[in-house]
Each structure stands twice: as C-alpha cells, then as structure tokens.
C-alpha cells in the first residue's frame, strides 16, 4: 500500500486488459489519489447513438480496479465485489473523461468513485466500485 511508485509508469506495463484497450480507453494520470482516463463515445454507443451505459461502468471498474491495484502494493490483489452506476446526462460525441479518487482504503478493503464527464464537463455517470484485497495467487 504506497503512493511512493510512479504510477504512470506501473499502469503502462500492467497494461488496462484487452476490454478497456478495445474501448480504447486511455490513461491521462495515474495516482493512488487521483486516477484520470478518457474514452472515445465512437465505437462504444447504443443502437441510439448514446454512449452505452456498460460503457460508463467499464471505464469506472478500469480505473477503480487498477487504482486500487496500485493501493495494494506488491504481492496483493485487488478485486472487484460491487459496482453501481448513476447516469444521469448522455454523451453522443467526442470523448468522456473519467475521475476516480478514493472514499475509502483500507488494508482490505477500497472503495472509488469515479465521476464521468462529457467534453462539456456535464457529468454523465457517477460509479462507484468496492475492491477486495487479498494475497496474490503464486506465480
């Protein structure tokens, strides 16, 4: 559990999973504080041309999960137990901005919101996701 690594650097090589690169999400900061991606709205819509709502929730569990990564330090794992979103405005073009910071790490247990915003800076979606932390599985 440090905030002494450089988090940009450790996201890059953990790499954000095959799911988020496909969304193509990308990292703007990384911290154990303040955790910041984008995601284009093109490719990740509804038949309506909305942003989907799943989409929301895959960019807050990417930041959440890998933010609460970080927080566990090495040797541990964190996982996700709950995940719930609001949305409550939509995005139909350009790119949406997640920010995620901690409500709450402990030794066992993070908790993350992460507020999503249109290119407007409308908040779209807020998510909130509760990690487990546990010893990581041999290699």
Known sequence: MTDRIDGMAWARERGMGALAERMGIEFVEFSVERSV???PVEGNT???GLLHGGAYVVLG???GS???NLWAGPGR???G???NATHTASATHGVVTGVCTPIHLGRTLTV???VVTNED???CSTVRITNVIKDAPPA
Request: hydrophobic share 55%; glycine share 4%; aromatic share 0%.
């Open 77 to 79: 794992l964190a996982v």
């Open 121 to 123: 800076g409308r908040r």
């Open 66 to 68: 890998m933010a609460a």
């Open 81 to 83: 137990v709950d995940i």
């Open 46 to 48: 509804q038949p309506v």
């Open 61 to 63: 569990e990417s930041l």
């Open 37 to 39: 991606a984008t995601m």
């Open 112 to 114: 993350h919101e992460i």
